[in-house]
C-alpha cells in the first residue's frame, strides 16, 4: 500500500485530504506542520507528501527543502497544497524541490487523481 | 469518488471561529507604527485558512469575502502596502461579519447584511488603489483564466461524450509534442512516465524516444534526466489541457506544440503498436503477432540511429541505466511495461473508446472497447465520469453540508479538552478498574478471615481515593481557563473607548485560573456589562484625567484567582469613582432611604444594586452604571456567588466578585435540624456558634437579632421556614450558624453540625419543582436526600433583605 503524508495546519482541510487517500486505499499519515511533519518523514518512508505552504513553527517551502536534502526523499514526489498559484509561488516551490501542486479549492476527485498521476 | 464533505464541516466552522478569534486579538494589539511580522503572518494565515476550508467546503460566500481580506494582508506580509488604522478597522469588522456567517451557516441559514456588501466594496476599493492595481489585474487575470480553464474542461467533457457518441472523432486534432526534459526534471520528484500517462489518457497516442547523446555507462548519471521524446496524439482536448499535462515542469523542459495534418496511413502506423499491447487480453494470437512486429520494426529503426518504442519502456530504460538500449528493446515485448497493468487499462477508457471509433477495422480493438466499456460502467471511480458528474456532485455535496448542519447544530455544545486531562482520565479509570477487580475477588470467597478483612478496608480505601481522583480528573474537563471569557473584553474596550473617545489601557492578571464551563458561560455576561460601565461611567475623558493630575490613559484590570473552593474575579479601574452624593439623592428620591438616615458611603453605593436603580441622567446606548446592575447581582446570586462593591471619590472602582468553581459540586456543610438534615454551602459560612440569651434581641416586626461583636445579625429559625420539628426551639439550645446573606450577615439556627463533605449539586427544578429557600438537593452516602440551603431567598423568606428595614 503507497504511504501519503498530509500536511496541513488546518484540521477540517487534513482531515478531508485523510479521508480522501484513505477511501482511495492509501496509508495516510498526518502532520500539522512542518516540523511535525519532517519528523514524521524521517521515521516512515512515504511515497508522496502533500503539504500546504502556510503553517506555523515550519512552512511548507522549508519542508520540501528539508525532505528534499534527504536521501530517502530525493525522487519522492511532494506536492504543494495551496490557494497560491501565482507564477512567483510556484517558481518558489519548484525551487525547493516541489513536485507540482494542487491548487485550493480542490475536491476529492481532483486530489485523487493528482496522487494517482505522481504514484501510477 | 463519492465523498461526503459536509462531514468535515463542523470542524472547519470550529477551526475558524479559532481562526478568528485569533485574528481577533492579533489585530487589537497590532502596532501600526512598528509592525510585527510575525503577528501579520499570523493574521494571514487564519485567514488564509479559512478561505481555503470554506472554498474546498464549498461555502462560496465566505470564500469570496475572506479572499478579499486575504489579498489585503498578502500585500501588507509581503510590503507592498502600508497597513493603515483603517485597514486594522476593516479587518476587525470583518471578523464580526465572518463570525456571522459561520454562525449562520451552523444554524443552517444564510447570511445576509448589507454591511457585507459596503465593507466588501470599502475591501475591493482600497485593493484597487496603487500599487496593488497590476497585481489585482493579475489576479482577475488568473481567475479568468482558472475559469476559462473549467469551462474547457466542461467543454472538453461534453465533446468527449459527444464524441463518443458520433463515434467519429472528425474534430479531434494531431498534434505532435516534443518533449525535451531540463536535465534536473527527476531531483524535483517529476518523472516523464507520469506526464506520459496523463496524455494517454487524451487520445491516441504514440511515442518516440528521440536521438540522444546517450553519456555511455561510465559517464551515467542516474539523476540526470538524459532523454527527449517526440509525442504524436491525436485528441479532441484543446492546447491548454494538453499543457496541464506538463504544468508543473513547463520552465525546466522545451515543449514544442505542432499541429500535423491528418494523414490516415500514417496514422495507422503510428496507433498500432500501443492498442496492440492491451488488447492481449482479447485476442492473444493477434496481439502477439502485432507485438512482433513492433519489435522488428523498432530494432530496424534503432540501426538507423533512432529508436521507437513504447514510452514506459523508455523510461524503464532510463531508469535501469542499461547501456544497451537494443539489447533490452525484445523486453518491451514482456507483458511486464505498466501499460499492461489492468489499472493502466482502466484509467484510459476514454481513449480506448475513442480508438474503437477511428479503427473500427480493427476488430480485436473493438472487442477490446467493448470489453472496456463494461469495465468503465463498472468502475465508478474513472476519471473521465468523475469529471462530467463534477457539477452534479458539487450539488449534491451543498444539499448535504446542509443536512449534516442540521444535524449538528442540535448538539452544538461541545468542549475541547487537553489531551492530558483525558489521558489522565482514563488512567483513574483504569486503576478503579484494577481496584474494583481486587474487591471482586474479596467477595467471592464464601468466608471471610482477619486478613481479608484487612484486605477489604484497604481495598475499599483505595477504592475512595481512586474515586475521589476521577471526580476531580472529570471536573478538569470541564474546566476552562478563564480566558475564554476575558478573550473578548480586548475588542470591547477597543470599540467603545473608540466610541467614547477614551483612552484606556486594559491588564490582565490570572488568565490562566480555571473555571468549570457552566459557570464561566453564566459569568460572562455580568463581566460584560461591568467592563462596559468602568469605561463608560468610570474612565473619564482624556482632557479631565489631565485635568487632574491623573495620566490620559486610564486602566482597566480584570484579575482572576483562586481562593480556597472558590474563584475571585476583579475589575478595576482607575476612574472617577461613584458619586455617591448622587446615589444618595436619588435613593432618597425613590423613598429607599430617608433624609435621616446616616448610613456610610460603603453602604450607600451598595444601593445601586437595588432593582431599577440609575443613577444615569438618560440611558445611553452603553448602559449606566446602575442600570442592570440588579439584574448583574441576581446572576451572580443565582450562580451561588457575591459580588461587592469598593468606590473611592476620584480613585476608581473595585468589583469583587466571587464565584464557586463549579455548579456541579459543593463543599458543602451538613447540619441536621430535628430529624432532617441539610446542606449549607461552606462558601457561605463565617462561623458557627452557640450562643447565650442575653445575646438574642427582639427587634419590631417578630425579627429577631444576634448581637455579636457589636453587630446586630438578624437569626432565622430554620425550623420555623420549613415546618420541622426541631430539637433546639431557643437559638440559646442550639447552634447558630453566622452566613453570608448578599454580604449582610445572617443567623441560622440550627439543632446540630455535621460532617463537612463535597455534595453533587442536583437540579431540583429539573426533577421536581422550584422550592423557596431551598437551591438544590443532593444524595447522601446512606441514600437520603438532603436539601441544599439558599441563604438569600431563605432570608427573604423570612422577610430579611436588602431594604432600609435592614439597613437601618
Redesign the interface.
Known amino acids: 500500500m503507497k504511504k501519503i503524508l498530509a500536511v496541513d495546519?488546518?484540521?477540517?482541510?487534513r482531515?478531508?485530504v485523510s479521508?480522501?487517500l484513505k477511501?482511495?486505499g492509501y496509508e495516510v499519515a498526518e502532520a500539522a506542520d512542518g516540523q511535525e511533519a519532517l519528523l514524521l518523514a524521517k521515521a516512515n518512508q512515504f511515497d508522496l507528501v502533500i503539504s500546504?505552504i502556510?503553517?506555523?513553527v515550519m512552512d511548507g517551502i522549508t519542508l520540501i527543502k528539508e525532505l528534499?536534502a534527504l536521501d530517502a526523499y530525493?525522487?519522492?514526489?511532494?506536492l504543494m497544497l495551496t490557494?497560491?498559484?501565482?507564477p512567483e509561488k510556484k517558481?518558489e516551490g519548484?525551487a525547493a524541490?516541489?513536485?507540482?501542486?494542487i491548487v485550493?479549492?480542490?475536491?476529492?476527485?481532483q486530489l485523487?487523481?493528482t496522487a494517482?498521476?505522481?504514484l501510477? | 469518488?463519492d465523498?461526503d464533505?459536509s462531514?468535515?464541516?463542523q470542524?472547519?466552522f470550529e477551526?475558524s471561529l479559532e481562526g478568528l478569534d485569533i485574528m481577533e486579538s492579533e489585530l487589537l494589539e497590532i502596532n501600526i507604527d512598528n509592525l510585527n511580522h510575525e503577528s501579520i503572518n499570523?493574521i494571514?494565515?487564519a485567514a488564509?485558512?479559512i478561505?481555503?476550508?470554506s472554498?474546498?467546503?464549498g461555502f462560496n460566500q465566505v470564500?469570496n469575502f475572506t479572499h478579499l481580506l486575504?489579498t489585503l494582508l498578502?500585500d501588507i506580509r509581503d510590503g507592498k502596502r502600508q497597513l493603515s488604522a483603517l485597514h486594522v478597522d476593516m479587518l476587525l469588522q470583518s471578523v464580526d461579519i465572518l463570525r456571522a456567517m459561520i454562525d449562520a451557516l451552523m444554524n443552517d441559514s444564510e447570511y445576509q447584511s448589507e454591511q457585507l456588501q459596503s465593507l466588501s466594496a470599502q475591501f475591493e476599493q482600497q485593493l484597487a488603489q496603487q500599487p496593488t492595481s497590476e497585481q489585482s489585474e493579475?489576479l482577475l487575470e488568473?481567475n479568468t483564466q482558472?475559469s476559462e480553464a473549467q469551462e474547457t474542461n466542461t467543454q472538453e467533457t461534453s465533446t468527449e461524450e459527444k464524441a463518443q457518441l458520433d463515434a467519429a472523432d472528425t474534430q479531434a486534432t494531431l498534434w505532435q509534442i516534443r518533449f525535451v526534459p531540463g536535465v534536473d526534471i527527476?531531483?524535483?520528484?517529476?518523472?516523464p512516465?507520469?506526464m506520459f500517462?496523463?496524455l494517454q489518457q487524451l487520445g491516441k497516442y504514440h511515442i518516440k524516444l528521440n536521438d540522444v547523446s546517450y553519456p555511455g555507462f561510465d559517464d551515467f548519471d542516474p539523476?540526470v534526466c538524459s532523454l527527449q521524446w517526440t509525442i504524436t496524439l491525436l485528441t479532441d482536448s484543446p492546447l491548454d489541457r494538453l499543457k496541464e499535462v506538463f504544468?508543473?515542469v513547463e520552465?525546466?523542459c522545451q515543449l514544442d506544440y505542432l499541429t500535423l495534418e491528418r494523414n490516415p496511413e500514417q496514422e495507422a502506423t503510428w496507433f498500432s503498436q500501443q492498442p496492440s499491447q492491451t488488447a492481449e487480453a482479447n485476442n492473444n494470437d493477434q496481439a502477439t503477432e502485432q507485438l512482433d512486429l513492433g519489435a522488428t520494426e523498432t530494432s530496424n529503426a534503432n540501426t538507423d540511429g533512432i529508436a521507437e518504442f513504447d514510452f514506459s519502456q523508455a523510461v524503464a530504460e532510463a531508469f535501469n541505466f542499461d547501456d544497451e538500449i537494443t539489447s533490452s528493446l525484445n523486453d518491451a515485448i514482456e507483458p511486464s511495461a505498466?501499460i499492461k497493468e489492468p489499472s493502466a487499462k482502466l484509467?484510459k477508457p476514454s481513449a480506448q473508446q475513442e480508438q474503437a471509433s477511428t479503427a473500427p477495422a480493427n476488430n480485436s480493438l473493438l472487442a477490446e472497447v467493448a470489453d472496456l466499456t463494461v469495465i468503465q460502467a463498472i468502475d465508478a471511480?474513472n476519471?473521465t465520469q468523475?469529471?462530467s458528474t463534477?457539477d452534479g456532485?458539487?450539488k449534491q455535496t451543498s444539499t448535504a453540508t446542509k443536512q449534516a448542519v442540521t444535524k449538528t447544530s442540535e448538539s452544538s455544545s461541545t468542549i475541547r479538552v487537553g489531551i492530558n486531562k483525558v489521558d489522565q482520565l482514563i488512567n483513574m479509570v483504569g486503576e478503579l478498574i484494577i481496584t474494583q477487580a481486587m474487591l471482586g475477588q474479596i467477595g467471592q470467597q464464601e468466608t471471610i478471615d482477619d486478613d481479608m478483612m484487612l484486605d477489604l478496608r484497604m481495598g475499599l480505601e483505595q477504592l475512595s481515593n481512586h474515586t475521589r481522583e476521577l471526580q476531580e480528573s472529570v471536573m478538569k474537563i470541564r474546566m476552562l481557563p478563564i480566558s475564554f471569557a476575558f478573550n473578548r473584553f480586548p475588542r470591547l474596550i477597543h470599540d467603545i473607548s473608540k466610541q467614547l473617545g477614551k483612552k484606556v489601557d486594559l491588564v490582565f492578571n490570572g488568565e490562566e485560573t480555571e473555571l468549570d464551563k457552566t459557570v464561566m458561560e453564566k459569568i460572562v455576561d455580568p463581566l460584560v456589562h461591568l467592563v462596559r460601565n468602568a469605561l463608560d461611567h468610570g474612565i473619564e475623558m482624556p482632557e479631565v484625567r489631565r485635568a487632574q493630575g491623573k495620566s490620559e490613559m486610564g486602566t482597566i484590570s480584570l484579575n482572576a484567582y483562586h481562593r480556597g473552593g472558590a474563584i475571585i474575579i476583579e475589575i478595576i479601574d482607575d476612574g472617577a469613582g461613584l458619586n455617591t452624593k448622587k446615589i444618595r439623592a436619588i435613593a432618597e428620591q425613590k423613598q429607599l432611604i430617608s433624609a435621616s438616615d446616616n448610613l456610610a458611603d460603603d453602604e450607600i453605593n451598595q444601593l445601586i444594586f437595588h432593582p431599577g436603580f440609575t443613577t444615569a441622567d438618560e440611558v445611553s446606548d452603553l448602559s449606566g452604571r446602575g442600570v442592570g446592575m440588579d439584574v448583574v447581582k441576581r446572576n451572580i446570586t443565582d450562580l451561588n456567588g457575591t459580588i461587592n462593591l469598593q468606590s473611592q471619590s476620584g480613585q476608581g472602582c473595585k468589583i469583587t466578585i466571587n464565584l464557586p468553581l463549579t455548579l456541579a459540586i459543593l463543599d458543602g456543610q451538613l447540619v441536621r435540624i430535628g430529624e432532617h438534615i441539610y446542606v449549607v454551602p461552606l462558601v457561605a459560612i463565617h462561623e458557627s456558634l452557640q450562643v447565650t440569651a442575653n445575646q438574642v434581641n427582639q427587634l419590631g416586626n417578630n425579627q429577631e437579632v444576634i448581637h455579636l461583636r457589636e453587630e446586630f445579625i438578624p437569626l432565622v429559625r430554620i425550623y420555623q421556614q420549613f415546618n420541622h420539628a426541631p430539637d433546639a426551639k431557643q437559638p440559646q439550645d442550639g447552634i447558630v450558624m453566622i452566613v453570608d446573606n448578599n454580604d449582610k450577615k445572617v443567623g441560622l439556627l440550627v439543632d446540630e453540625l455535621l460532617s463537612q463533605q463535597q455534595v453533587v449539586i442536583k437540579n431540583l427544578e429539573d426533577n421536581y419543582t422550584k422550592i423557596a429557600g431551598v437551591s438544590g438537593a443532593t444524595i447522601l452516602g446512606d441514600g437520603t436526600v438532603a436539601l441544599i440551603i439558599d441563604v438569600n431567598s431563605l432570608a427573604q423568606l423570612a422577610g430579611i433583605g436588602v431594604n432600609k428595614d435592614h439597613a437601618a
Open positions: 495546519d488546518s484540521t477540517s482541510m482531515q478531508m479521508f480522501t477511501t482511495a500546504d502556510n503553517m506555523p528534499r530525493k525522487f519522492v514526489p511532494l490557494t497560491e498559484s501565482s517558481q519548484r524541490g516541489a513536485t507540482g501542486w485550493k479549492p480542490f475536491n476529492p476527485d485523487l487523481a494517482r498521476k505522481v501510477g | 469518488m465523498i464533505l462531514q468535515f464541516s470542524v472547519f477551526e499570523t494571514f494565515r488564509h485558512s478561505k481555503g476550508g472554498a474546498t467546503f470564500a486575504e498578502d493579475q488568473a482558472e527527476l531531483r524535483c520528484g517529476n518523472d512516465s507520469y500517462t496523463e539523476e504544468e508543473w520552465d525546466e505498466p484509467s471511480d476519471p468523475a469529471t463534477n456532485a458539487a
